[in-house]
T-cell receptor, first 112, second 116 residues
């Protein structure tokens, strides 16, 4: 059974600092890994999706890396802003199914 | 891009009543939809897989008689929480698989259920 762990559970930084969020998974037989953002009381917003054959994906200030063999992904957010405050979830899709396994998330607070 | 719509986004119901949540794929046919539940400060947990025209497949520990799932068409799946209790209060979110677009999975906006 796939286990997805996100560390740290919470993070508070001053505006302008770079953010580093970690996600690890136990079964490397994945199809892809996806990072989501969830604002309080809201649904999920997909940020980046990395296919198993890829090493990284970038979108604006966001960069996600994937090391499938070691079961790790990292989400980097450059020059953080108060608007980046949210919970960030990573989810892994297995290579032989469509069911996603989610981490518990990292709650980020960016202080102005 | 593809859109999955969930309705209602928020619902409050009395203990003992039933409540239905709809999940619709708006511009693609979804042969498979998934229902997840999220308790406060916890991750999303898969409840069941909904297959069009057949019975849903429930994850271990999920009561199929309490959480009724119907996937009557290629664009609609419904989750009915029967005889709701306060402990059923949670965030419920669906996702749908677009088989014609590389099996991309799209998520709905989620539904907040509060049972009083």
């Amino acid at each position: 059974k796939q286990e997805v762990t996100q560390i740290p559970a919470a993070l508070s930084v001053p505006e302008g600092e770079n953010l580093v969020l970690n996600c690890s998974f136990t079964d490397s037989a994945i199809y892809n890994l996806q990072w989501f953002r969830q604002d309080p009381g809201k649904g999920l917003t997909s940020l980046l999706l990395i296919q198993s054959s890829q090493r990284e994906q970038t979108s604006g200030r966001l960069n996600a890396s994937l090391d499938k063999s070691s079961g790790r992904s990292t989400l980097y957010i450059a020059a953080s802003q108060p608007g980046d405050s949210a919970t960030y979830l990573c989810a892994v899709r297995p290579s032989n199914d469509y069911k996603l396994s989610f981490g518990a998330g990292t709650t980020v607070t960016v202080r102005a | 891009g593809a859109v999955v719509s969930q309705h209602p986004s928020r619902v409050i119901c009395k203990s003992g009543t039933s409540v239905k949540i709809e999940c619709r794929s708006l511009d693609f046919q979804a042969t498979t939809m998934f229902w997840y539940r999220q308790f406060p400060k916890q991750s999303l947990m898969l409840m069941a897989t909904s297959n069009e025209g057949s019975k849903a497949t429930y994850e271990q520990g999920v009561e199929k008689d309490k959480f009724l799932i119907n996937h009557a068409s290629l664009t609609l799946s419904t989750l009915t929480v029967t005889s709701a209790h306060p402990e059923d209060s949670s965030f419920y979110i669906c996702s749908a698989r677009d088989g014609t677009s590389g099996n991309t999975i799209y998520f709905g906006e989620g539904s907040w259920l509060t049972v009083v």
